[in-house]
DNA sequence: GCCGTTTTCGGCCCGACTGTTTTCAGTCG
């Protein structure tokens, strides 16, 4: 029972109830449970072993016991009696845009509908219509909902999404009236995936903007358009919100689009403690004053907060530490000085060293490694060897022509094999300044067997960094099945490294492990992995990974001058300390 | 079901938009 799949259980237990209708507060609360849960460092297993269940935030007495008896025995009662009470398939109608839990229960309870093609075919046998709220108009929202569901594709990777978020913003700032336009929602957060797109805008007259966006060629159809809020659906199934109020308003706008929910909720509740209620127009005071703001860091401190970064707004203690002003400073693509996992036309790269190098120069990096992939994984043409004595001296060859400004590191991405042993003998690994080694195939084996592959790699005395951990490829390919318990505790004791690889498609560590891995002294370092040189480029995806960790710069090896650096890599694995 | 610099009981964010409604309920973010 891992962490995700107790969360899993949790919400489904919220969505069964809500259906049902429980009391509202009760799904909540084990909506919070869940998402709470997703967000832990450590897992339950460990946790629960520790007797500190109920140190979650959101886990109480009752939960607390839920989780022990899935844990302990992989099934949770409660569950399986819910499931006898409520159709497990009215699930489903809960993701039709337009549907709830009140539609949901009264399509079950008065059209005996339990799963989403029962919905379909009550609707169109006219069976929805003439239940209580149901007229033709919803009876339409229903089909068409369930045929955009059929068109959604799948999250988002970040870089896809902002590239689109960018040519929106583009034309939104172009239009008569608008002032100022940003990406908001969980984009600006830098989530690792995104949903759906959130534009906000300040603007005199939103009308003719409302308007201009429902002609555009590329909106395939208006989900919704108000005064303030218009969504639309866009090419791919992807959806877009455009919300708008009049400049002296933006900033509490940004602010509320901005999200987290929950640190929207944890926010507004501070605000009502302090006799004010926020929205996303104004603050209200007891006496019925609006107050506005035209920007979002004065929101913040109307509430008595330092302005939170919004990579940590997912209401994690954040809003506590604000109100502190102790906030850390987070790290920033600019503290970046050193990149050590990239890829040459001697493997399978797109550019030479010399292009590689300049690139890094150019992007203000101190040290710059090559890490060709190893022999074994024919498809990325890896080096023999031999090859990588021959490509040492090309390395030579570009550091004289570039000088001190660069210190070239002659690395390998070396593989771990399927049977848990390296590419390359101990000798040639030895040899090499750097080491990353990383799992790339049969990525679902078994978890004893696959953490053992792992922390055989993770212990040998010359593997500097462990890349792309968990081996998870974004939107949909999920990681493999590691027990991270064991994997970190190990990285911990031998003085491996792990990396944040910045590919979007990658983000691996993800953020909980690369937290609890600086929490347990374990080096992390921001690589991009990049096969070309405009590839380098995706390092600030790995700072935002970073940032969503609460990583100070300091707490990157990445950051480090030429020399520390250097002089930790030559350090035996074993000694080597984090200052 | 959780939680407490007003509370261990009584709260638990707030507004926009829509449809079916003559004042509101449901959904969404």
Redesign the pocket.
Same mark, same amino acid.
Request: aromatic share 4%; no cysteine; proline share 5%.
């Given at each position: 029972m891992t962490n995700e799949q107790c969360a899993q259980v949790f919400d489904r237990i919220a969505d069964l109830m809500e259906i049902k209708g429980e %009391?509202i507060?009760?799904t909540? /609360?084990?909506r919070k /449970?869940a998402e709470n849960i997703r967000s832990l460092a450590g897992s339950l297993k460990a946790i629960h072993q520790q007797g500190k269940l109920m140190e979650i935030?959101?886990?109480?007495? +009752? %939960? +607390?016991e839920k989780i022990e008896e899935l844990i302990t025995t992989e099934k949770l009662v409660f569950l399986e009696q819910l499931e006898t009470e409520v159709p497990v398939g009215l699930i489903d109608l809960?993701q039709v845009?337009?549907?709830?839990?009140?539609? /949901?229960a009264l399509f079950w309870k008065q059209a005996g509908v339990t799963s989403l093609s029962e919905l379909e075919e009550a609707v169109k046998s006219g069976q929805i219509r003439g239940l209580v709220?149901?007229?033709?108009? *919803?009876e339409q929202?229903i089909i068409v909902g369930i045929e955009a569901l059929k068109r959604r594709g799948h999250r988002l990777n970040l870089d896809t999404a902002q590239g689109i978020a960018n040519r929106w913003l583009k034309w939104i700032r172009s239009q008569p009236g608008v002032e100022r336009a940003e990406a908001a929602?969980s984009l600006r957060r830098w989530k690792t995936t995104i949903g759906?797109i959130?534009i906000v805008a300040a603007v005199k007259d939103s009308g003719a903007v409302m308007a201009a966006l429902a002609a555009h060629p590329d909106v395939q159809r208006v989900l919704? *358009?108000?005064?303030?809020?218009s969504s639309v659906e866009l090419p791919g199934g992807i959806n877009m919100?455009v919300w708008t109020q009049p400049p002296e308003r933006f900033g509490t706008l940004l602010q509320f689009?901005t999200?987290s929910?929950d640190h929207?909720?944890a926010l507004?509740?501070l /605000?009502?403690?302090k006799g004010l *209620?926020? *929205?996303?127009?104004c603050i209200?005071t007891t006496d019925g004053k609006e107050l506005l703001f035209a920007d979002e860091e004065l929101v913040y401190q109307a509430l008595g907060l330092d302005w939170v970064p919004p990579e940590l707004r997912e209401d994690h203690g954040e809003i506590k530490v604000a109100a502190s002003h102790v906030l850390p400073v987070l790290i920033q693509l600019s503290d970046l000085r050193a990149e050590v996992h990239t890829h040459s036309n001697w493997s399978d790269g797109i550019n030479t060293i010399e292009e590689m190098a300049r690139g890094a120069m150019a992007r203000g990096l101190m040290t710059y490694a090559i890490s060709d992939h190893s022999g074994g994984l024919g498809i990325a043409g890896g080096l023999k060897p031999e090859g990588l004595k021959e490509r040492q001296k090309e390395i030579e060859v570009v550091q004289k022509l570039l000088g001190g400004a660069i210190t070239l590191l002659g690395g390998s991405e070396v593989e771990i094999k399927a049977d848990g042993s390296l590419d390359y003998d101990d000798e040639t690994l030895a040899w090499l300044d750097i080491v990353v080694a990383s799992l790339h195939t049969s990525l679902r084996q078994p978890r004893e067997v696959i953490t053992a592959r792992l922390v055989n790699a993770i212990r040998n005395p010359h593997v500097d960094i462990i890349g792309h951990a968990s081996g998870r490829l974004l939107p949909n390919r999920e990681g493999a099945d590691l027990d991270w318990d064991i994997v970190l505790q190990e990285a911990k004791d031998s003085g491996v490294a792990f990396e944040i690889n910045a590919s979007p498609s990658r983000l691996d560590l993800d953020e909980t492990h690369v937290r609890q891995s600086v929490e347990m002294g374990i080096p992390i370092f921001i690589n991009t992995d990049a096969h070309a040189v405009d590839q380098l480029d995706n390092a600030v995806y790995g700072v935002s990974v970073a940032r969503r960790a609460w990583l100070k710069p300091e707490q990157v090896l990445s950051t480090w001058e030429p020399e520390k650096l250097i002089t930790w890599l030559r350090t035996p694995k074993s000694e080597r300390r984090l200052l």
């Open positions: %009391i507060y009760k909540l /609360a084990y /449970a935030p959101g886990v109480g007495k +009752a %939960i +607390a809960l845009p337009d549907v709830g839990p009140r539609k /949901a709220g149901m007229g033709e108009k *919803s929202r929602g759906d959130d919704g *358009s108000g005064e303030n809020k919100q689009v999200g929910k929207n909720v507004r509740e /605000a009502q403690k *209620s926020l *929205s996303e127009r209200t």
